[in-house]
């Protein structure tokens, strides 16, 4: 018999726990051609840059043939051989999230609710202007800067192609629901104005009192209380709404990503304002990610499966859990996929060929569904995983790599002793992974664990199941 160990993940909504799980592992396409779907492990974390003191990184931006990188309260120039400037100014806060856009020419940075910035050569100013309002969010479209001024429902843009001139009269409202503006996002051509409850798309109508006027009838029920969790890629947005439902839009059309499970996770949380998204295309393979820095919590809708994963990195000493994703931003650059760390002043590439995180072990865990059988006893004498075999390394961890199976009888709530099988040292390609004897019961859960850092591929599960009486 078949057993579901290839999916996503789900949590319960009657029970506190995960009915299913799926951390560090990506649901795919069968890459054998031999099932369906199976899993792959997620891509680790190389070191790309590191500024060598323990800061967040903030924001990521690409402009021209360099990466502009705030780290702590300082805005860094990084070329593609990763050797970093650093521009002279500072921000006045060293936390949080930082929006960028630029013209081509202009850089400009916003610190949502504190100022804004623009870099002029290699000196960082605060803008000067007193028309200038307290700005929330940044963008950029058609030669204007454009922002939101903080808790209002109102947005201003700049002067042609000049971060620094700003006239107090060249705003507009966001008016069809009175909510406050969260975001001001350039889209396919169009201005995506996220409220708190509301979003209005405009456009460009090139009128000479203001530029920007609201698409007739593009109003959408959809707003956000989580700014930075907009992002958009493949013709699409994304953005976590503000009844904690995760939104898509193709052209004007939003559609609900997040099952009930994911939402049932979410409104777990004590705080989701705080939310980080971003997408990213690697490997053909395109990816919504959804940081929840004060849960620790990182999800990844993979658009191919329409299936979400989890992703976790450095084990947190003493806690039993591994740490949270260590991505705070996200930037493309010199065809590497980049991302900064949320802690330590470190920027990443993301490698599908590197089974570890900087060096330190990335623990693939997958929890299964119930199996079960109309409330009859099911006993197993025999349990198989298949993986992709014979991929272990020639030395070190990993050159005889395991997989741990346990398994749950009361919902996940207790899980049974550690049990260790060989997945296949290198060019054991018909090792075979079995567990015999796991004894009974009514409702059975599997969770496989892989810790050596090996290329992971997990295509099926199979048991031989004995059914009882009753």
């Not at 503000?242 to 049932?264: A, E, T």
């Not at 849960?295 to 591994?322: A, I, N, V």
């Not at 997989?403 to 260790?420: I, K, P, R």
Request: aromatic share 12%.
């Amino acid at each position: 018999m078949r057993i579901p160990i290839v999916g996503g993940d789900h949590k319960s909504r009657s029970l506190n726990i995960n009915a299913q799980e799926t951390i560090n592992l990506i649901p795919v396409l069968d890459p054998t051609g031999k099932y369906e779907s199976a899993l792959i492990g997620t891509p680790g974390l190389v070191e790309w840059y590191s500024l060598g003191t323990s800061k967040q990184l903030r924001g990521l931006h690409v402009m021209d043939s360099y990466l502009f990188a705030v780290i702590g309260n300082t805005l860094y120039r990084i070329t593609t051989a990763a050797a970093a400037t650093a521009m002279t100014g500072t921000l006045s806060t060293t936390t949080g999230p930082v929006y960028m856009a630029d013209d081509g020419t202009d850089l400009m940075i916003v610190d949502p609710g504190i100022e804004g910035y623009v870099l002029d050569g290699t000196t960082l100013t605060a803008i000067a202007d007193a028309d200038f309002p307290t700005p929330a969010y940044l963008t950029w479209q058609d030669g204007y800067f454009i922002i939101v001024k903080s808790a209002t429902g109102e947005f201003y843009i700049s002067a042609s192609y000049d971060p620094t001139d700003w006239t107090a009269t060249d705003y507009a409202t966001a008016e069809r629901d009175p909510d406050n503006l969260k975001a001001a996002f350039s889209h396919n051509g169009h201005l995506w104005l996220i409220g708190r409850e509301t979003t209005e798309i405009w456009y460009n109508s090139g009128a000479s009192d203001f530029p920007f006027d609201p698409i007739g009838g593009a109003v959408l029920p959809y707003g956000t209380n989580s700014p930075a969790s907009v992002a958009s890629g493949e013709g699409l947005i994304f953005w976590l709404d503000d009844r904690k439902r995760v939104i898509q839009c193709i052209g004007h059309s939003p559609q609900i990503i997040s099952d009930d499970n994911l939402v049932n996770a979410i409104e777990g949380y004590t705080t989701v304002s705080d939310a980080i998204g971003f997408f990213y295309t690697q490997k053909k393979r395109a990816f919504y990610v959804l940081i929840f820095p004060t849960p620790k919590d990182t999800w990844c809708y993979d658009l191919e499966t329409q299936m979400w994963h989890q992703r976790r990195s450095f084990p947190m000493l003493g806690s039993g859990r591994q740490d949270r994703y260590r991505a705070n931003c996200y930037a493309f650059f010199n065809d590497l996929h980049l991302i900064g760390d949320y802690q330590n002043g470190k920027i990443y590439k993301l490698d599908f060929a590197t089974y570890a995180d900087d060096g330190n072990t990335v623990i693939a865990e997958r929890v299964t569904r119930a199996v079960h059988q109309e409330r009859k006893r099911l006993f197993f004498p025999h349990f198989e995983i298949e993986f992709e075999a014979g991929v272990g390394l020639y030395t070190g961890q990993g050159s005889d790599p395991q997989a741990m199976l346990q398994w749950s009888d009361d919902g996940g709530h207790v899980w049974s002793n550690e049990l260790w099988r060989d997945i296949g040292q290198i060019g054991e390609y018909k090792n075979r992974a079995i567990w015999n004897r796991l004894g009974s019961a009514r409702d059975r859960r599997f969770k496989l664990r892989i810790s050596d850092p090996i290329k992971r591929v997990i295509l099926a599960a199979f048991a031989e199941i004995e059914m009882g009486a009753n």
